[in-house]
Structure formats: structure tokens, C-alpha cells
């Protein structure tokens, strides 16, 4: 089935520490790729974008992430994680021909340790 | 700034008693999106206008309904709402297009239901 996993649902890191968080899909073509944050009551704020390109595409707050074709997988990093990194992250996808609608993942939960 | 504004933050109803909730958007985009978001789940699609095309998801129960006067206002109606539409809602907005377009997220409207 078509779908988009993310196999970590929490996440405890300490803060200083590196991050992360991965995404996997399937879907027969390259789906738009996008990584969205979500802190506790709040919206959705979008980190980062893939469309084509560098596989390699840098966000706001110092998040990057890595497109992989060969794994389907576009995971989401930072080099080093602040006490207000903490928030529920969410991959998500606009399938091939999918057109405006954008399918999530299950999300995954960030713990910042001090 | 433009954005996406939702009213109120936060609605209580009782049960069976019509409740709307209203987004505004100020970044004159087509379409509009609707997702509800319960406890630790990611947000899952209602339905969305395109510019006044509506389209709605097979799965949306016939208890929400929505409106869209005009480009920059979009509601949400809940004909009676059940203990099991207590949720976050949350309203979006993004340009079109071909597909891939980010979406913008408001802060979302939390829904009690008593």
C-alpha cells in the first residue's frame, strides 16, 4: 500500500546532541517531500522541502534533511538539538499525481534532555 | 504578515449542538484545506476548497460540511458533534498548482465536546 512511515514514534535526545528522525515511503514515483514541526498546541510549521535537485536541502532552525531514492527514505538532522527542538515532527508526502493533497506520517515525538 | 488565522482557539459544545469554526487567510491563496487532528495522531484530511470547487475525502463523515464565501474565509460545520469529534482542527491554505505546493497552517481550533 501507498504510505508514508515513520518508524520512531519518540524520541529522547539530550540537548547538544545530534538528531535524527527518519521517514520512509512508498510510492512508485518520487512524491514531493516535506517535513513540517508541530509544538504542543500549536499548528504546523514547515522545516524543509524536497521537490528535485540536491538531495541535500537545508531548512529553518538549522534542520537538514537527505533525500535517498534508492531507500525511499527522507530523513530529517541536526547537528546539535536545543531545549526548544522539542515537538512532534511530521513527515509527509503530495503523492505522483496526488495534486493538492498531502498525506502524513504518523509523527514522531521529541524529548530534549537537559 | 500574512497568515492564516483560525477563531476561537478554542470552542466547547455540547453534544448534538451545531458548532462552526472559521478560518481567515490573508496570503490570497486557492485553496483551502481542513484537517482534523486528534490526540497524538497526525492530522488527517477533511476536505478542501479550490478556489470554489469543493472536493471532498470519501471518509469524511456527512456531520461536517463547509463553506467558502469568498477566497480569504473558509468554515467548518459540524451538524452535531459526537463525543468522537473532540479534536484539534486545523485549517491550511496553499497557492495550487500543479501539485507540491507548501501548505501554510493556522494555529488550529481546539473542539471540546461535552
Known amino acids: 500500500a501507498q504510505s508514508v512511515t515513520q518508524p520512531d514514534i519518540h524520541i529522547t535526545v539530550s540537548e547538544g546532541a545530534s538528531l535524527e528522525l527518519r521517514c520512509n515511503y512508498s510510492?512508485?514515483?518520487?512524491?514531493?517531500l516535506f517535513w513540517y514541526v508541530q509544538s504542543p498546541g500549536q499548528g504546523l510549521q514547515l522545516l524543509l522541502k524536497?521537490?528535485?535537485?540536491?538531495?541535500l536541502v537545508q531548512g529553518i532552525k538549522g534542520f537538514e534533511a537527505e533525500f535517498k531514492r534508492s531507500q525511499s527514505s527522507f530523513n530529517l538532522r541536526k547537528p546539535s538539538v536545543h531545549w526548544s527542538d522539542a515537538a512532534e515532527y511530521f513527515c509527509a508526502v503530495v503523492p505522483p499525481g496526488g495534486a493538492q493533497k498531502l498525506v502524513f506520517g504518523q509523527g514522531t515525538r521529541l524529548t530534549i534532555n537537559p | 504578515d500574512a497568515m492564516v488565522i483560525q477563531n476561537p482557539r478554542y470552542q466547547v459544545t455540547q453534544f448534538g449542538k451545531p458548532v462552526t469554526l472559521s478560518c481567515s487567510q490573508t496570503?490570497?491563496?486557492?485553496?483551502m484545506y481542513w484537517y482534523q487532528q486528534k490526540s497524538s495522531q497526525a492530522p488527517k484530511l477533511l476536505f478542501h476548497?479550490?478556489?470554489?470547487?469543493?472536493?471532498n475525502e470519501a471518509d469524511t463523515p456527512d456531520n461536517f460540511q463547509s463553506r467558502r464565501p469568498n477566497t480569504s474565509f473558509c468554515f467548518l460545520d459540524i451538524r452535531s458533534p459526537g463525543l468522537g469529534d473532540a479534536a484539534m482542527y486545523l485549517c491550511a491554505t496553499s497557492r495550487g498548482g500543479t501539485g507540491g505546493e507548501t501548505q501554510y497552517f493556522g494555529p488550529g481550533t481546539r473542539l471540546l465536546v461535552l
Open positions: 524536497y521537490f528535485s535537485g540536491d538531495t
Open positions: 496570503l490570497n491563496h486557492n485553496v
Open positions: 476548497y479550490y478556489d470554489k470547487d469543493f472536493n
Open positions: 510510492y512508485g514515483a518520487t512524491p514531493y
